[in-house]
Structure formats: structure tokens, C-alpha cells
């Protein structure tokens, strides 16, 4: 079974960048799409950025030319740069592996 692992959250001020990692376990990365999701207080889940195996991506709007999700199949990683954050950034963010792999999340705390 695939296991991930989100890395890169903590406390930033609003304007600042954080990045977030995932690292994935197994054989299946290269062959598998790879989705950012978040939830923050009393909110339901977001998908904040998707990458295909192709490559390509896509964003919500609320994020789109601030966040920038990225795949490097040689180390089984993805990540989430994540540029010009605000307070309503604030969520736990997790990575998912196609349908069935999802990490245990990493908390991103954006103060004003």
C-alpha cells in the first residue's frame, strides 16, 4: 500500500511562501495523479491543485498564480509552493495519490 508524507507547513506571516512536500513510498507515483487538497476551520475540503501524470495542472481560483504544484517522479515527490499566502490560506493540507492514497496532512498557519 502506498504511504505519503506531507512535510513544509508551519507559522508564516501573510505576504510570505511556505512549500510543501510529499513523499510517496511504493511504484505507483510516477503512474498516478497527485492532488493538493486543504480544510481549514469550519470549512469543508478544497482541492487547492491537481497534477497529472502528463503533467499538467490545475488550480482552484483562489490560489491560481500564487500556488504552483510540481511532480519529480525520480524521488517519488510532489510539491506545493505556495507564494504570497493569506490568513484564508489556513488549513491543513494534504496530498493524495490517485483515488485511493491520501497523506495525513501537514498544518499551514498563514498570521495577518
Known amino acids: 500500500q502506498v504511504q505519503l508524507a506531507e512535510s513544509g507547513g508551519g507559522l508564516v506571516q501573510a505576504g510570505g511562501s511556505l512549500r510543501l512536500s510529499c513523499a510517496a513510498s511504493?511504484?505507483?507515483?510516477?503512474?498516478?495523479?497527485i492532488g493538493w487538497y486543504r480544510q481549514g476551520p469550519r470549512k469543508q475540503r478544497e482541492l487547492v491543485a491537481r497534477?497529472?501524470?502528463?503533467?499538467?495542472?490545475e488550480y482552484a481560483d483562489s490560489v491560481k498564480g500564487r500556488f504552483t504544484i510540481s511532480r519529480d517522479n525520480a524521488k517519488n515527490t510532489a510539491y506545493l509552493q505556495m507564494n504570497s499566502l493569506k490568513p484564508e490560506d489556513t488549513a491543513v493540507y494534504y496530498c493524495t495519490l490517485g483515488v485511493n492514497s491520501r497523506g495525513q496532512g501537514t498544518q499551514v498557519t498563514v498570521s495577518s
Open positions: 497534477i497529472s501524470v502528463g503533467g499538467s495542472t
Open positions: 511504493g511504484s505507483t507515483f510516477s503512474v498516478n495523479a
